[in-house]
């Protein structure tokens, strides 16, 4: 068989094994609940694999190797932002966000929660959180796809539309019919997939070229400055620069599709298996990505071979040293990094359409039943939404990932830490800080970045969100009514199940 040939049935048992995932999920998957949150009983393994692969999408495979083959280790400092910041995600908000959903009103989604806590008799917090939730998810959904799509017509040379549907049409079968669970599981392989490629492909690499010797010199050879933290040249990054990439971390506080991992544990203390087990993970896979692209430096100017495209360094490298077989797994790595990230956005964005706004609507008649398969129909909905967007395979949609990653970080990262940590947090407080935050993230991005501007527009979103919902709150809060009364036991109530530790084995 010729290489493509074995790159398509790799790929052809990747997408088989999603499918029968994803009916595994819709068979253990019996109500809305189910659905939208796995009946909040994800084992630690599963929730830290699931929101790892959610989270680092193609960025992990394609995007930082090939940074780095680009500009040399000035680039690591986005990953030790992005490091830090979910680490401290796991240790601070995972255990707190999920003994507090349940004992706020069991919310079973952001904005819920948000809602609950703040006790928003308004409804305008959910609502808004909600809106912000489905219109900024649906157009990365759509990135995701054009991703998809050029990932085909750069792998196999193939039309751009068809690898855009049959991307689109794997992760909704599998979304479609599994839900949250079918989502997660299939986030367990692809977390896997990626894990293994990105620490086989470097070995192999450095196997290749001779030793760790060799390699450095060889990346010397192309560019002295390729092993310096801070560049050189016109490659050297500034004070602004570091602070920007590290405030990428700031984003984690807020991203739906990850901290609803949180949400879906068995048990507040389950976050301290998880943490470890997403951590590690998480580490790993960022020193394999790392090495991929600093080692690649080496590889192709030793062997003499150009690379276009650096953000393709691992799938070059995968298949000119390994079996044009297993080179089609790393092939689905990339794929999985895309689908994990889009079939976690699909659920997402379905509960913010349904529980946080169809819900709030009807109200009262919608059975358990009634509301799986209309969220169901949201993420088909979703979908044929984003389809249509990326059938432009020039759509800019694609610069929405940078801005959607800051928008969310800077509307529901401070929230999130208020809500946990701060009991004044009220429900004006909350609306002025999330939309202002969002507002200032947007404007920044578009209209004041470049010369001393040049910051990452979460850090301004995510400061001035932090401030007006404290200033807000502050002015608003009123003590000693009933609903802050119910607010202040269920506040007590959250740091007593973290203080009193798991429940002694049997």
Known sequence: MTDQTWFIVALVIYFAAMIAIGVYGALKTKSHEDYMLGGRNLPPAVAALSAGASDMSGWLVMGLPGALYATGLVEIWLAIGLTIGAYLNWKLVAPRLRAYTEIAKNSITVPSFLSNRTRDNTNILRIAAGIIILVFFTLYVSSGMVAGGKFFVSSFGGDYTVGMLIIAGVTLLYTLFGGFLGASY?????GLLMFAALLIVPVL??????DLAEVAEGIRTVGADNLDWF???LTAVTFIGIISSLAWGLG????PHIIVRFMALRSAHDAKVARRIGMGWMILSLIGAVAVGLIGIAWFSIKGIDLPDPETVTLVLAQNLMHPFVAGLVLSAVV???MSTMSSQMIVSSSALIEDIARLV???GLSEKMLAWLGRLAVLAIALIAVSIAFDSEATVLELVGFAWAGFGSAFGPLMLL???WRRLTNYGAIVGMISGAVVAYCWGQFLSGGIFDLYEIVPGFLVNLILAVVISLATYRADTADDKEIQEEFTHTGEIIIQGPPAKS
């Open 186 to 190: 299939t986030d367990v392989v692809q």
């Open 205 to 210: 690499a450095i196997v290749s070229i001779g």
């Open 231 to 233: 560049g050189g040249g």
């Open 252 to 255: 984690y506080f807020g991203q």
């Open 336 to 338: 999985a990094a895309i």
């Open 362 to 364: 009807f109200r009262k």
């Open 419 to 421: 809500s946990l940590f």
